[in-house]
Structure formats: C-alpha cells, structure tokens
C-alpha cells in the first residue's frame, strides 16, 4: 500500500515552536518534502533540532476539524525526521478513525417562510 498524507511537523523549542510541513509515508515512516513555514515569527532558518533549545518534534495529521497528534523521531546528524515503528502501527489505527469518522452535516438551510394565502 502507498499511502502518503501531508501533516504539519512542530519543533518545540525552549520559548518557540518552530512549524513546518512534510509528507509521511504510512509503510516506511519516513517523512519527507519536508519545508518550514512561512508562517513562523520571527522567520526560522535552519535545522530546528540543532538549536541549543530544542526539546521536541511532534506532527499533527489533520483531517476537516480533527487532529491526530504523534511523537517524531529527528536524526539530527541526517537532518530527517521519521516515525518509529511503534509509534507508526498506533498512528495508522488512530488515522483510520479520524479518516473512517463521517464528515459533519452541513448546517441546515433557514426554513422558507411562505406568504399565507389571501381570504
């Protein structure tokens, strides 16, 4: 199966997160493609787990409102991120039901009020 889905990285460092986005390969765990963000502020350059700050990485995979949160593995010397086998095989039971769950109902349109008939 060759199951890629975009998801949002976040570098925790000691007073920022530093976010970006890359791709997850669902058979491997590698992720890859992976950009930073224009959005961060101040603008970050650079490999974030190599800053004397870091804490972290997690990704968020995201499907309409809901969020699956998991752990991400860095291997700074390489400059990549991955995630773990373990941590990959709970990932896919958590995705199936975030992507198994039925879409909200869109609201309900205002009921049409008619003219009452002239006696």
Same mark, same amino acid.
């Given at each position: 199966?060759?199951?890629k889905?975009? *998801?949002? *990285?976040?570098d925790e460092l000691d007073e920022d997160v530093i976010e970006s986005s890359g791709i997850l390969d669902l058979a491997s765990g590698e992720i890859f493609d992976v950009k930073l963000s224009e959005d961060n502020d101040p603008p970050y350059k650079g490999f974030p787990a190599e800053d004397p700050g870091y804490e972290f990485t997690c990704?968020?995979?995201t499907n309409g409102k809901k969020d699956v949160e998991f752990r991400v593995e860095v291997d700074v010397?390489?400059? !990549?991120?991955?995630?773990?086998p373990t941590e990959l095989l709970e990932l896919k039971g958590r995705a199936a039901r975030l992507f198994a769950a039925a879409p909200p109902a869109?609201?309900?349109?205002p009921? !049409?009020?008619g003219r009452k008939p002239r006696a």
């Amino acid at each position: 199966m060759d199951l890629k889905l975009p *998801i949002k *990285i976040m570098d925790e460092l000691d007073e920022d997160v530093i976010e970006s986005s890359g791709i997850l390969d669902l058979a491997s765990g590698e992720i890859f493609d992976v950009k930073l963000s224009e959005d961060n502020d101040p603008p970050y350059k650079g490999f974030p787990a190599e800053d004397p700050g870091y804490e972290f990485t997690c990704g968020l995979l995201t499907n309409g409102k809901k969020d699956v949160e998991f752990r991400v593995e860095v291997d700074v010397v390489g400059r !990549k991120y991955s995630v773990t086998p373990t941590e990959l095989l709970e990932l896919k039971g958590r995705a199936a039901r975030l992507f198994a769950a039925a879409p909200p109902a869109p609201p309900a349109p205002p009921a !049409k009020r008619g003219r009452k008939p002239r006696a």
